[in-house]
């Protein structure tokens, strides 16, 4: 099974799981590579679109339908290859657009506000803070152990760490105000926000902090590292320094970060309206 064949990666195999899991409720039973036609795929795509869901009940993104509909395409061009089919129907079958991701974020007078409120799980808000003051995706700042938490005079505070999703080895500089965040430091191995958690319950959580914070966008933890991105550009970072810092392979990948500023900049150019 391809999916089998992703698990050396986290990410890519969760994505052909989450395909092969869609499959099963839409096929309900095994289906072979002799029934899988033209019709079959856009009955998919139309299942896809409208009747799967996601954990939390919502509608698939777009993204998410382009990215599941690829990987039976995947399949079955690997099934050409290997001669288990004569032809591949998913030629005759148009794929989904990918979409533009939303990148929601904090300005610095949000998460200045999110600071000084209350949050019910105290540990998730110091991981959220840090994550927006480094960078951090969610998977590395759990997995964070104090090893990895070093000094030099040259370099001052920094993260020597495998990046859970790329696997590559980083070397993050941080603030003294990321560190301070921290707190004591503990055994090497130890994690650092040992205990932490995330699911739609502490999802629930951090979205009352936010809203205690006077904060009405729908953010996640992940927000926190688009966050540190856009305050990076609009502080006057350069992009490729930024691409470096998120651990970016392409540039490509950080310039969505700089269309969000652009966009900003063009709202605030707006605001200023005269009766002329």
Not at 85 to 97: D, G, H, L, T
Not at 224 to 239: E, K, N
Request: with cysteine; proline share 2%; glycine share 4%.
């Amino acid at each position: 099974m391809l999916s089998e064949k992703r698990k050396s990666s986290k990410g890519n195999y969760g994505n052909w799981d989450s395909t092969f899991k869609h499959l099963k409720k839409f096929v309900k039973t095994d289906v072979s590579f002799a029934v899988i036609d033209k019709k079959w795929l856009e009955d998919f795509k139309d299942y896809l679109q409208n009747d799967a869901r996601t954990p939390a009940e919502q509608h698939l993104s777009q993204n998410s339908c382009y990215s599941y509909f690829n990987k039976v395409r995947a399949a079955l061009k690997q099934a050409l290859r290997d001669d288990i089919i004569s032809k591949n129907p998913a030629e005759q079958v148009s794929a989904f657009k990918q979409g533009e991701p939303q990148r929601e974020f904090l300005t610095l007078e949000e998460l200045q506000a999110a600071v000084k409120a209350k949050c019910d799980i105290p540990l998730l808000k110091d991981a959220f803070i840090f994550s927006s003051l480094s960078g951090l995706r969610w998977s590395d700042v759990q997995k964070m152990i104090w090893s990895e938490i070093q000094h030099s005079n040259e370099m001052g505070w920094y993260i020597r760490f495998r990046q859970q999703k790329t696997k590559g080895v980083e070397t993050l500089p941080i603030s003294d105000q990321a560190r301070k965040i921290l707190g004591d430091e503990d055994e090497p191995e130890e994690r650092v926000f040992k205990g932490l958690k995330y699911s739609s319950w502490h999802n629930v959580k951090l979205q009352q902090w936010m809203m205690r914070a006077g904060v009405s966008k729908t953010i996640s933890f992940h927000c926190a590292r688009h966050t540190y991105a856009t305050l990076q550009l609009t502080l006057g970072t350069d992009i490729y320094t930024v691409s470096k810092l998120l651990g970016h392979k392409e540039l490509k990948t950080t310039q969505i970060y700089a269309k969000v500023i652009d966009e900003k900049k063009r709202e605030a150019a707006n605001k200023i309206h005269l009766d002329l």
